[in-house]
């Protein structure tokens, strides 16, 4: 492989970095929502609903995203013989992810929604709402307001943590990072792909920034 221009190389690593925004909106979309599921379940009053998914999120938190990765990807075959194909490694990305971030989000929703004040509840049987609408109407946006900062620096981390998808061959930014540099022997590829984490997690900041402004009203 001969040698590569600096607007080559940023073309190739650009193409990678649409990959992991790929990841990161996908596991945002879907983690963000699972994860209030799950910490409704995890403060359920059955024991059975309430100590399953007391399992699920140890098990997440207490295992590396990596090794969870490789499970839900060779899963597949090695407990059904299932054979999927080269398409999978990207899906398999996105459902490892989404389930592992899901566990972590339900535990700061938890920690959330068992900060607010028991009378706000009874406020709002007193004025006639539902369970439903109590949550919905009154505690979530205020537990949002609580947890943002939380959730923004898991977001932050979202951003880093998509690189892991090297471990099944998906070519984000990162692995095309070091394919670069082991072929054209430099260091230049990971501080281009350093400079584009860093754009990218910056402008997470500033935007998380502006929606806890705007949530302002809340206090």
Same mark, same amino acid.
């Given at each position: 492989?001969?040698?590569? +221009? =600096?607007?080559?190389?940023?073309?190739?690593?650009?193409?990678?970095?649409? +990959? %992991?925004?790929? $990841?990161?909106?996908?596991?945002? $979309?879907?983690?963000?929502? =699972?994860? !209030?599921?799950?910490?409704?379940?995890?403060? %359920?009053?059955?024991?059975?609903?309430?100590? !399953?998914?007391?399992?699920? $999120?140890?098990?997440?938190?207490?295992?590396? !995203?990596?090794?969870?990765?490789?499970?839900?990807?060779?899963?597949?075959?090695?407990?059904?013989?299932?054979?999927?194909?080269?398409?999978?490694?990207?899906?398999?990305?996105?459902?490892?992810?989404?389930?592992?971030?899901?566990?972590?989000?339900?535990?700061?929703?938890? %920690?959330?929604?068992?900060?607010?004040?028991?009378?706000?509840?009874?406020?709002?049987?007193?004025?006639?709402?539902?369970?439903?609408? +109590?949550?919905?109407?009154?505690?979530?946006?205020?537990?949002?307001?609580?947890?943002?900062? %939380?959730?923004?620096?898991?977001?932050? +981390?979202?951003?880093? #943590?998509?690189?892991?998808?090297?471990?099944?061959?998906?070519?984000?930014?990162?692995?095309?990072?070091?394919?670069?540099?082991?072929?054209?022997?430099?260091?230049?590829?990971?501080?281009?792909?350093?400079?584009?984490?860093?754009?990218?997690? =910056? !402008?997470?900041?500033?935007?998380?920034?502006?929606?806890?402004?705007?949530? #302002?009203?809340?206090?």
């Amino acid at each position: 492989m001969g040698k590569i +221009t =600096l607007a080559q190389m940023l073309g190739q690593l650009a193409g990678g970095m649409a +990959t %992991s925004v790929q $990841i990161f909106g996908v596991t945002l $979309i879907f983690s963000l929502p =699972l994860g !209030l599921l799950v910490a409704v379940g995890r403060m %359920s009053k059955n024991p059975v609903v309430r100590n !399953l998914v007391k399992l699920y $999120i140890s098990i997440m938190r207490g295992t590396p !995203l990596m090794l969870q990765l490789m499970v839900v990807y060779f899963g597949p075959y090695y407990i059904f013989g299932l054979r999927m194909g080269s398409g999978y490694r990207l899906w398999a990305t996105f459902i490892g992810f989404v389930i592992n971030y899901a566990a972590y989000f339900a535990e700061i929703y938890r %920690s959330g929604i068992q900060s607010m004040p028991q009378g706000q509840y009874e406020a709002a049987r007193i004025l006639g709402y539902g369970r439903g609408q +109590t949550f919905f109407l009154i505690i979530l946006p205020q537990v949002i307001k609580r947890i943002l900062p %939380s959730v923004t620096n898991e977001i932050i +981390t979202l951003v880093k #943590d998509t690189s892991l998808a090297f471990t099944l061959s998906v070519m984000e930014m990162f692995s095309i990072a070091k394919a670069i540099a082991a072929a054209q022997t430099t260091m230049m590829p990971f501080i281009a792909a350093g400079l584009f984490y860093y754009i990218f997690n =910056l !402008l997470v900041a500033v935007f998380m920034e502006w929606v806890e402004k705007k949530l #302002d009203y809340y206090r």
